[in-house]
């Protein structure tokens, strides 16, 4: 995988049209050495999330637990920051900068691991973030944070209006099996190997990616 640099994108900057971009923010992909000790750790906004983060009600800061249920389709008009796998991404159509990713839902508990971030396996199903970027850059099957307003009809996919997201490639995040009821897409869920043993792994490698969420060559642009 190629060295991503931490950088924001089109912060809270103007189209040509006048319309807010979409915040963007990626991890710095580093080589990940084992130190013999593992440490658990509250979750840090960097200063460029922080403004966003500090918006969020307290009981939306973490999202999903085995102990506490989380249903992203019970939400409407709240504002919120959920972590998805990119499955998809594609442009909105007739908007040059418009677009749209198609996340599948990880469980957060508002702990993580001090060295990489750490999310559940399990998810809530999937939702729908809208960009506004010229070229939003996220790779397929990265995690992200998204934050923003969701809006709901009926029992239609959940969509936010996506005000920053920030970026875990791969080798800066891994999973655990601690969640709340799975409720994943099972067209997704086909895809993870490592369900069928341990899935956490403090230090993974492109295999464990692979294992867990398929090829990325088979997902993003224009998947739906």
């Known amino acids: ?131 506004q970027a010229r070229d939003p850059g996220i790779p397929a099957l990265a995690l992200v944070r998204v934050y923003g307003t969701v809006k709901r009809d009926k029992d239609e996919t959940p969509v936010i209006d996506a005000e920053f997201i920030r970026v875990w490639p791969w080798m800066t995040f891994t999973f655990t099996d601690l969640g709340g009821e799975d409720k994943s897409n099972p067209r997704w869920r086909k895809e993870c190997m490592v369900c069928k043993g341990r899935i956490y792994k403090p230090y993974p490698d492109e295999r464990y990616y692979r294992d867990a969420l398929g090829d990325p060559n088979d997902y993003g642009t224009a998947l739906k």
């Not at 060295?3 to 189209?15: G, K, M, P, Q």
């Not at 999903?64 to 998809?88: C, L, P, Q």
């Not at 040059?96 to 971030?117: A, S, V």
């Open 1 to 131: 995988m190629r060295t991503a640099t931490r950088v924001a994108i089109a912060v809270l900057v103007f189209s040509a049209t006048g319309v807010a971009q979409t915040g963007i923010e990626a991890e710095t992909v580093k080589e990940l050495k084992p130190s013999g000790s593992l440490g658990t750790c509250g979750y840090a906004a960097t200063s460029q999330e922080k403004p966003f983060f500090d918006k969020l009600a307290p009981k939306e800061q973490a999202t999903g637990s085995f102990m506490e249920a989380y249903d992203i389709r019970k939400k409407n008009n709240v504002y919120v920051s959920w972590y998805g796998i990119v499955r998809g991404i594609s442009r909105v159509a007739g908007a040059e900068d418009r677009w749209q990713l198609l996340l599948e839902n990880k469980y957060f508990d508002g702990m993580t691991d001090c060295h990489i971030m750490l999310v559940s396996m399990s998810g809530s199903g999937d939702f729908l973030a809208r960009v």
